[in-house]
């Protein structure tokens, strides 16, 4: 049986946000303004051109599918035909020295609010990740109007099937992100710097109080 440890000293921190909505561009200058790590994202994705690395690990599906059977993951779901999900070991590894901040997605934050075996408490901040207390927050980040967004993903994508789906489903995903992140900060449309500004100050506050 695993010893109970005390909480970690530095949070995990979430990032939800609609597709277009600046996570990647964001979680970079996060990186370039304090020492945060970034527990990369494992998918069965394709790696986008000029993609900087470091966020995602991109792994076959049979891989995949070999970490499920290990219980690697706090979370893990497909969306939009691929697979996501976020590792157990990289996270408790990078919070002995740092905080850590990856992305998740909407399934992501419902399963891990749903999942006993993580113990989440809305009230603490906290879940359990093999017998480990460690604090956790949801960050919601949103363009400043669904208009924009789908804008940002066109213009990224093209106008393809995948991108439309992304689209269909995005008031939805602005609705969730407001009931449910513990704090949220607008990514304005030219003005990622002060996006990034504001997660920072955040950030600071946060680690603070942990």
Do not use: W
Not at 34 to 48: L, N, Q, V
Not at 133 to 152: C, Q, R
Not at 184 to 203: G, H, P, R, S, T
Request: proline fraction near 4%; charge should be positive; charged fraction near 30%.
């Amino acid at each position: 049986m695993e010893n109970k440890r005390p909480t970690y000293k530095y949070p995990l921190l979430l990032l939800i946000g609609p597709s277009g909505s600046g996570k990647d561009t964001i979680m970079q200058l996060i990186k370039k303004k304090m020492d945060i790590a970034f527990s990369p994202t494992f998918t069965t994705r394709d790696k986008r051109p000029n993609e900087k690395p470091g966020v995602y690990n991109f792994v076959s599906m049979q891989e995949f599918q070999k970490l499920i059977e290990q219980d690697a993951f706090i979370e893990y779901d497909s969306h939009f035909g691929n697979y996501y999900g976020s590792n157990k070991y990289s996270i408790l590894e990078l919070l002995e020295h740092k905080p850590v901040m990856k992305q998740t997605e909407i399934n992501g934050v419902k399963k891990i609010k749903n999942n006993s075996s993580l113990q989440y408490n809305a009230k603490e901040h906290t879940i359990n990740i093999k017998s480990n207390k460690v604090k956790l927050y949801f960050l919601g980040i949103l363009m400043e109007s669904v208009e924009h967004t789908k804008e940002a993903i066109l213009k990224r994508d093209g106008d393809i099937p995948a991108a439309r789906k992304r689209i269909a489903r995005m008031q939805e995903e602005y609705e969730f992100i407001k009931e449910n992140a513990d704090y949220c900060i607008i990514n304005y449309y030219n003005k990622q710097e002060q996006c990034a500004d504001e997660f920072v100050k955040l950030i600071k506050k946060l680690i603070n109080n942990n």
